[in-house]
């Protein structure tokens, strides 16, 4: 949260990336998120930076190379604008797992995508590529290679 108050304190469009694995990010570790319980989901730690990057009075962009799931997706979600490679995938394992996706997820895909689609992601586990996201508006543009 310190680069939050450093960009308040100076200014300038914050653009989140993956590293160069092919990934943007993969979200929670699957064998530490079953060992949750009732309180670290109450806990909220990813929503409330989530929350926090939204509420930055700066343009925030999410450039989307490869894989975007679970927490990772939900960090795209929640970014002003969301910028794509070819390979981009977002999903939501969640389902699969027997558990609901965090995060703001759920708000965030209703707003950006609708309810029908939001659901096939969140409850049935369909996984969007770059093309499918381009034409449902969840990204604004997909580009050919990496983008940063």
């Known amino acids: 949260m310190g680069v939050c108050a450093e960009l308040e304190a100076e200014p300038k469009v914050l653009i989140l990336t993956g590293g160069t694995s ?7 570790d699957i064998a530490e998120l079953l060992q949750r319980r009732r309180n670290d989901a109450l806990a909220g730690i990813n929503l409330r930076l989530f929350e926090r990057i939204r509420a930055l009075l700066i343009p925030t962009v999410a450039a989307v190379d490869g894989w975007a799931l679970g927490g990772g997706a ?3 979600y929640a970014r002003d604008l969301r910028i794509a ?6 999903g939501q394992p969640e389902p ?3 558990i609901l996706a965090g995060a703001g997820a759920a708000f965030g895909l209703v707003r950006l995508l609708g309810e029908s689609v939001a659901k ?7 996984t969007l590529d770059a093309n499918d ?8 543009e997909v580009v ?3 983008i940063c």
């Open 120 to 126: 096939q992601v969140l409850l049935r586990g369909r």
């Open 144 to 146: 050919d290679r990496k």
């Open 74 to 76: 939900g960090l795209a």
């Open 96 to 98: 699969r797992l027997g």
């Open 22 to 28: 092919g990934v943007f990010a993969g979200g929670a």
């Open 85 to 90: 490679t070819v390979r981009a995938k977002f």
């Open 133 to 140: 996201a381009l034409r449902m508006g969840l990204v604004s």
